[in-house]
């Protein structure tokens, strides 16, 4: 019988196979006196600039720019004046070279910890480096990623950045970890790779060597014991077969969730519900200028010739920080500045992007419709609208991420052309539960019977006005829910490319009635578990 664990979604995707856990680094000895202290120190600072240089090896060799970056600092780490300082010190105090590094780093853990935010996501990076220095100490080698023999499922502890820098897509179909955020360097580089992951999951290092499982990085989910076995990619196809509709042929469009282009390569995909832009400015010092994004976004929309494409303007701040908005001053940066609310700082952003979205859409015959982050305002979206629509943008929507915005979407209708609602934001500000724990995965549950409530009211609006109301959360991409989704009034649907062809199976096996049957079911039930089982019967 399969079990079902839970974390939390770090990379959307689902894939299945054997599971391989990656050994653990070598331990600390039992403690001995210290002789000769100068020895010990030259020891230390011998295995320090080993492990640099072995870091900084793997930065050089890094193809993509992300897994360079992150490498860089930490072999910064490594370099720091005050590591070396601090292990001299703790020599000197009588604690060996290994002991004496594990004490200094377990004090620089101890201080981003009480940092919090991305300081705190950066503790794996630590852990790796003191367990390398160790290793070096001792002369041992650090394990390597695991080698079955065939593709797997790496499940670790967390992966440190030079771990993560050599996961290769061919040969790991996706990672779980015990440990990590969505802010951690594992999720980081997994999401570059387009590998389903699932960080803070309980349970993951019980999992044995070879195990079947099911790993849903977009619901952060994973099935142990798992009766699946992994199906060949869909082959690509004309995208007009590839049209979303009930089985009595009601309309519910399937679209793709992407960052660039790269991620169409043979998708079979209706349109682009949600063109992730922040992915251009992730790694810039300063914002990309108007011929770049002209760029960026003309790949895009020539890849979907007559195509709908959703275009998501800058989506910065909370748990996407970018360094040239300097938002770290923030006390809690979930309720801050981010999203629409950037333009408040910086409202050229915004007027840069919206541009260059313009000027990229007149080039090509793909329709672009815009939408904005974060708004939580009929004003909000007036102004938003204004700016786009004299632009030469005809086509504004905006999203819904919070109540506030929810229970006012039939006003927001009025100024908008169409919604879509992020169940990922949603669920966090309705629950007041922060979407990156994993202790509180259950309140961000999207069968929430609350969730659902708000859901229903901006489908209600849609259909009450005649707009087009889309759901683009990773909620989209459970074939269950789906059937819920249409069922509600939802005009569109939009996840990870990888997921369409289950969700069209699952709508094409309902007709509009059953869905709608299973959606007040799901609105009825008292709990996330009640709504999940009542559908089911559906």
Same mark, same amino acid.
């Given at each position: 019988?399969?079990?079902?664990?839970?974390?939390?979604?770090?990379? +959307?995707?689902?894939?299945?196979?054997?599971?391989?856990?990656?050994? /653990?680094?070598?331990?600390?000895?039992?403690?001995?006196?210290?002789?000769?202290?100068?020895?010990?120190?030259?020891?230390?600072?011998?295995?320090?600039?080993? =492990?640099?240089?072995?870091?900084?090896?793997?930065?050089?060799?890094?193809?993509?720019?992300?897994?360079?970056?992150? !490498?860089? &600092? +930490?072999?910064?780490?490594?370099?720091?004046?005050?590591?070396?300082?601090?292990?001299?010190?703790?020599?000197?105090?009588?604690?060996?070279?290994?002991?004496?590094?594990?004490?200094?780093?377990?004090?620089?853990?101890?201080?981003?910890?009480?940092?919090?935010?991305? !300081?705190? =996501?950066?503790?794996?990076?630590?852990?790796?480096?003191?367990?390398?220095?160790?290793?070096?100490?001792? #002369?041992?080698?650090?394990?390597?990623?695991?080698?079955?023999?065939?593709?797997?499922?790496?499940?670790?502890?967390? @992966?440190?950045?030079?771990?993560?820098?050599?996961?290769?897509?061919?040969?790991?179909? $996706?990672?779980?970890?015990?440990?990590?955020?969505?802010?951690?360097?594992?999720?980081?580089?997994?999401?570059?790779?387009?590998?389903?992951?699932?960080?803070?999951?309980? #349970?993951? @290092?019980?999992?044995?060597?070879?195990?079947?499982?099911?790993? /849903?990085?977009?619901?952060?989910?994973?099935?142990? #014991?798992?009766?699946?076995?992994?199906?060949?990619?869909?082959?690509?196809?004309?995208?007009?077969?590839?049209?979303?509709?009930?089985?009595?042929?009601?309309?519910?469009?399937?679209?793709?969730?992407? #960052?660039?282009?790269?991620?169409?390569?043979?998708?079979?995909?209706?349109?682009?519900? !949600?063109?992730?832009?922040?992915?251009?400015?992730?790694?810039?010092?300063?914002?990309?200028?108007?011929?770049?994004?002209?760029?960026?976004?003309?790949?895009?929309?020539?890849?979907?010739?007559?195509?709908?494409?959703?275009?998501?303007?800058?989506?910065?701040?909370?748990?996407?920080?970018?360094?040239?908005?300097?938002?770290?001053?923030?006390?809690?940066?979930?309720?801050?500045?981010?999203?629409?609310?950037?333009?408040?700082?910086?409202?050229?952003?915004?007027?840069?992007?919206?541009? &260059?979205?313009?000027?990229?859409?007149?080039?090509?015959?793909?329709?672009?419709?815009?939408?904005?982050?974060?708004?939580?305002?009929?004003?909000?979206?007036?102004?938003?609208?204004?700016?786009?629509?004299?632009?030469?943008?005809?086509?504004?929507?905006?999203?819904?991420?919070?109540?506030?915005?929810?229970?006012?979407?039939?006003?927001?209708?009025?100024?908008?052309?169409?919604?879509?609602?992020?169940?990922?934001?949603?669920?966090?500000?309705?629950?007041? $539960?922060?979407?990156?724990?994993?202790?509180?995965?259950?309140? @961000?549950?999207?069968? +929430?019977?609350?969730?659902?409530?708000?859901?229903?009211?901006?489908?209600?609006?849609?259909? &009450?006005?005649?707009?087009?109301?889309?759901?683009?959360?990773?909620? =989209?991409?459970?074939?269950?829910?789906?059937?819920?989704?249409?069922?509600?009034?939802?005009?569109?649907?939009?996840?990870?490319?990888?997921?369409?062809?289950?969700?069209?199976?699952?709508?094409?096996?309902?007709?509009?009635?059953?869905?709608?049957?299973?959606? +007040?079911?799901?609105?009825?039930?008292? /709990?996330?578990?009640?709504?999940?089982?009542?559908?089911?019967?559906?």
């Amino acid at each position: 019988m399969a079990d079902l664990l839970r974390g939390l979604g770090a990379s +959307q995707g689902t894939a299945t196979g054997p599971a391989y856990r990656l050994a /653990d680094p070598p331990r600390l000895p039992a403690p001995r006196p210290v002789t000769d202290p100068d020895a010990e120190v030259d020891r230390a600072f011998a295995a320090i600039d080993a =492990a640099h240089d072995d870091i900084a090896r793997r930065a050089a060799a890094a193809v993509d720019p992300t897994t360079a970056e992150i !490498l860089r &600092a +930490q072999a910064a780490l490594a370099a720091d004046r005050t590591l070396r300082d601090g292990v001299a010190l703790a020599v000197r105090a009588g604690h060996e070279a290994p002991h004496a590094v594990a004490a200094v780093l377990g004090e620089h853990r101890e201080a981003l910890i009480a940092a919090g935010g991305l !300081l705190a =996501a950066r503790t794996a990076d630590l852990d790796d480096l003191r367990d390398r220095v160790i290793a070096h100490c001792l #002369g041992l080698r650090m394990p390597a990623l695991p080698e079955p023999g065939c593709p797997y499922i790496l499940v670790a502890v967390d @992966l440190a950045p030079a771990d993560a820098a050599l996961l290769d897509p061919a040969r790991v179909l $996706a990672v779980v970890t015990s440990a990590g955020s969505f802010l951690s360097h594992t999720a980081i580089l997994a999401r570059a790779r387009g590998l389903p992951t699932v960080v803070a999951c309980g #349970g993951a @290092l019980d999992i044995a060597d070879g195990t079947v499982i099911t790993v /849903d990085g977009t619901a952060g989910r994973v099935t142990t #014991g798992s009766s699946h076995v992994p199906v060949d990619a869909p082959r690509p196809v004309d995208f007009s077969s590839a049209r979303g509709s009930t089985a009595d042929g009601h309309p519910v469009a399937l679209l793709a969730n992407i #960052g660039g282009a790269a991620e169409l390569s043979g998708a079979p995909v209706e349109g682009v519900g !949600l063109f992730r832009t922040e992915l251009l400015f992730q790694h810039h010092v300063d914002p990309p200028g108007l011929a770049e994004q002209v760029a960026a976004y003309g790949e895009v929309f020539a890849a979907l010739p007559g195509r709908r494409v959703v275009v998501r303007t800058l989506d910065a701040g909370s748990d996407k920080p970018l360094p040239f908005l300097h938002d770290g001053d923030e006390p809690n940066p979930a309720l801050g500045i981010r999203g629409l609310r950037v333009a408040r700082r910086r409202g050229e952003i915004l007027r840069t992007q919206i541009a &260059a979205i313009a000027a990229a859409a007149r080039d090509s015959t793909a329709r672009v419709e815009v939408m904005a982050p974060m708004v939580t305002t009929v004003a909000e979206a007036a102004q938003f609208a204004a700016l786009c629509r004299d632009a030469g943008l005809p086509t504004v929507g905006v999203m819904v991420e919070v109540p506030a915005a929810a229970v006012r979407a039939a006003e927001f209708l009025g100024a908008v052309d169409f919604l879509s609602v992020g169940t990922n934001d949603l669920s966090q500000y309705t629950f007041a $539960a922060d979407r990156r724990s994993g202790e509180l995965a259950d309140l @961000l549950d999207p069968w +929430q019977p609350a969730l659902l409530s708000l859901v229903a009211l901006c489908a209600a609006a849609g259909t &009450a006005l005649g707009r087009p109301v889309g759901v683009c959360g990773e909620s =989209a991409a459970d074939p269950a829910f789906a059937v819920v989704l249409a069922g509600l009034g939802i005009t569109s649907l939009s996840m990870a490319p990888a997921a369409i062809p289950a969700v069209r199976a699952a709508l094409q096996a309902h007709t509009l009635d059953e869905c709608r049957t299973a959606a +007040q079911q799901a609105l009825a039930a008292a /709990d996330p578990a009640t709504a999940r089982a009542a559908v089911t019967r559906v």
